[in-house]
């Protein structure tokens, strides 16, 4: 498969269209822009990847959660996930108009309840298998919405890398036995504070 056009950024990767239409490709940046005193300063990814959470590549690391992930919830992950080299290659959601699906934060606030529904379905799954990813509700360009009818929404997350206490070197306490899970559903709470109207209410 081949890289063609930028799609999307975020903070450590670059997502690209492929020749596939229906599959995308992510690239871990070469480098980061950090601030150091008052000089900012580039430094090289897998590096400060590798200083910080003691992996060396986000792309291999996510696509090993992804394999965690159970059964139960495969219709919430990208169909096809593959790690070729250093990019990491997952299916494209569409919408029921063939257009390619949102993220959540372009959409505001969610009234679907099926959404919902299979928001506290795929919450209650991952508790259970102990898979606390916790930015699938931060950010908010962790979770696609695919618009299955014209009023029926369902997440697919696309970017599970962030599991586990390494990933906060700053919070050692999340080491702590029931902090992971505090830590994942206080997010999944402000995430529906933010998209679910009613229950902010
Ligand atoms: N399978 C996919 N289908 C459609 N868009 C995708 C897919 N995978 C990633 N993207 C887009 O690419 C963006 C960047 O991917 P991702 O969130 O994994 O990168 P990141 O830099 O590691 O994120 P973060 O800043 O949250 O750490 C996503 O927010 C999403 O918009
Ligand atoms: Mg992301």
């Not at 090289?44 to 003691?54: E, H, V």
């Not at 969610?110 to 699938?136: A, C, M, P």
Request: with cysteine.
């Amino acid at each position: 498969m081949q890289l063609q056009e930028h799609i999307w950024s975020w903070r450590y990767r670059d997502c690209y269209s492929t020749n596939n239409e229906n599959i995308c490709g992510k690239k871990v940046k070469p480098t980061l822009k950090k601030n150091f005193f008052w000089k900012s300063i580039n430094i090289k990814t897998s590096l400060f990847t590798l200083f910080n959470f003691w992996i060396r590549d986000f792309n291999k690391f996510e696509y090993s959660n992804f394999q965690k992930i159970p059964e139960t919830l495969s219709a919430y992950v990208p169909e096809h996930v593959s790690l070729e080299w250093d990019v990491l290659y997952s299916s494209r959601p569409r919408d029921y108009d063939w257009s390619y699906s949102k993220n959540i934060q372009e959409l505001w606030v969610i009234h679907d309840d099926t959404f919902w529904e299979h928001i506290h379905f795929i919450t209650d799954e991952l508790l259970k298998h102990k898979l606390r990813f916790t930015d699938i509700f931060h950010l908010w360009n962790n979770l696609i919405v695919q618009k299955v009818s014209p009023n029926q929404y369902k997440p697919i997350l696309v970017d599970v890398k962030r599991l586990g206490a390494r990933m906060y070197p700053l919070q050692p306490l999340l080491y702590l036995p029931g902090q992971m899970k505090k830590k994942f559903l206080r997010r999944l709470q402000k995430f529906k504070w933010k998209f679910h109207a009613v229950e902010a209410a």
